[in-house]
């Protein structure tokens, strides 16, 4: 069965630093990575997602994440982090790009923390 | 943008009574999908429907019933509450073709007590 471990629960990060999330999943197949960002009472929005291709994609928000299927991780990855990246951070798998690709596999999910 | 919007919000129930919780979709999208939220954890997918009066156990469905009366509406249904089903349960979409982002309610904070 595909599963989606994070690591780190928390991450704590002064404002403009860099910031890396870890992804590791298990998957049998072609997997589809997705990384979502859910802010405080609120549902869940897309930042990203990887479709077999590019290893590295690009997201909203200046949030880019890179696919290794050697290592099997998805790392999410912000050059200088704003107090409005204060959410937790979702890694998920799914085995299916149509209709199906709500049926999602999810990590644990990081809470990041933004310091001044 | 698309929407998808839940009901109630939150909502404090009775071990043993019957809950309801609403979504509803107004994407013309034919996927829907119930997730449960627990503390400190990600989300687990419950029920799912591709098309209407037709539904679909996902990993966690015991203890759940869902319904899926026309395109647009998708209720989960805790017959009988529990404890443990005290979570934030959350309901999403997506199209069966074509773009494939799949579009989140704010979710339903729901305790049982």
């Known amino acids: 069965a595909q599963s989606v471990t994070q690591p780190d629960a928390r991450v704590t990060v002064s404002e403009g630093a860099s910031l890396q999330l870890r992804c590791k999943y298990s998957y049998f197949g072609t997997p589809y990575l997705f990384w979502y960002v859910q802010y405080p009472r609120q549902g869940l929005q897309l930042l990203l997602k990887?479709?077999?291709?590019?290893?590295v994609v690009q997201g909203v928000n200046g949030f880019e994440a890179e696919f290794s299927k050697s290592n099997s991780s998805f790392h999410l990855r912000k050059a200088s982090v704003h107090w409005s990246d204060w959410a937790v951070y979702f890694c998920?798998?799914?085995?299916?790009?149509?209709?199906?690709?709500?049926?999602?596999?999810f990590g644990e999910g990081t809470q990041v923390t933004v310091i001044s | 943008e698309a929407a998808v919007t839940q009901s109630p919000r939150s909502k404090v129930a009775v071990t043993g009574g019957k809950v309801t919780l609403s979504c509803h979709q107004t994407?013309?999208?034919?996927?829907m999908y119930w997730y449960r939220q627990d503390t400190g954890h990600g989300l687990r997918l419950i029920h799912y429907s591709y098309v209407a009066d037709s539904t679909e156990k996902g990993d966690i469905p015991d203890g759940y019933k869902a319904s899926r009366p026309s395109q647009e509406n998708f209720s989960l249904i805790l017959e009988l509450a529990s404890l443990s089903q005290t979570a934030v349960y959350f309901c999403?979409?997506?199209?069966?073709?074509?773009?494939?982002?799949?579009?989140f309610g704010k979710g339903t904070r729901l305790t049982v007590v």
């Open positions: 998920a798998v799914s085995m299916d790009t149509g209709g199906l690709s709500g049926k999602l596999t």
């Open positions: 999403a979409s997506t199209a069966g073709t074509g773009t494939t982002e799949v579009f």
């Open positions: 994407n013309n999208h034919d996927y």
């Open positions: 990887y479709y077999p291709g590019d290893p």
